[in-house]
Nanobody, 123 residues
Framework: QVQLVESGGGLVQAGGSLRLSCAAS????????TAWHRQAPGKQRELVAV???????NYADSVRGRFTISRDNAKNTVYLRMNSLKPEDTAVYYC?????????????????WGQGTQVTVSS
């Protein structure tokens, strides 16, 4: 079917930068929208950023101006560039995408999630 694989997480000092990647693979017909979410220990998962098939973007207030979501259609990959990182950005970051895929001659649309990548920002 379809898989989403995140990469690029790690440990960084406050003020530093990271770029997360979310690569989709499988029998993909179209990627309709992709979002990054995060979940810190003891907190609910929150939406961080989203990009649509028309490249419309939106961000959580807490990251607007520091994070940038973008995509490479040829690679079926979405990126999250994170600048000026703060300790409160520490979380597991998850990629989520609404994807139309095919099995034989049949098309389906479903919501997929990656396994998550840890981002830790030290003060």
């Amino acid at each position: 079917q379809v898989q989403l694989v995140e990469s690029g997480g790690g440990l960084v000092q406050a003020g530093g930068s990271l770029r997360l990647s979310c690569a989709a693979s499988g029998n993909i017909f179209s990627i309709n929208a992709t979002a990054w979410h995060r979940q810190a220990p003891g907190k609910q998962r929150e939406l961080v950023a989203v990009i649509t098939s028309t490249d419309s973007t939106n961000y959580a207030d807490s990251v607007r101006g520091r994070f940038t979501i973008s995509r490479d259609n040829a690679k079926n990959t979405v990126y999250l560039r994170m600048n000026s990182l703060k300790p409160e950005d520490t979380a597991v970051y998850y990629c989520n995408a609404d994807i139309t895929y095919y099995i034989g001659s049949y098309y389906h649309t479903s919501d997929f999630w990656g396994q998550g990548t840890q981002v830790t920002v030290s003060s």
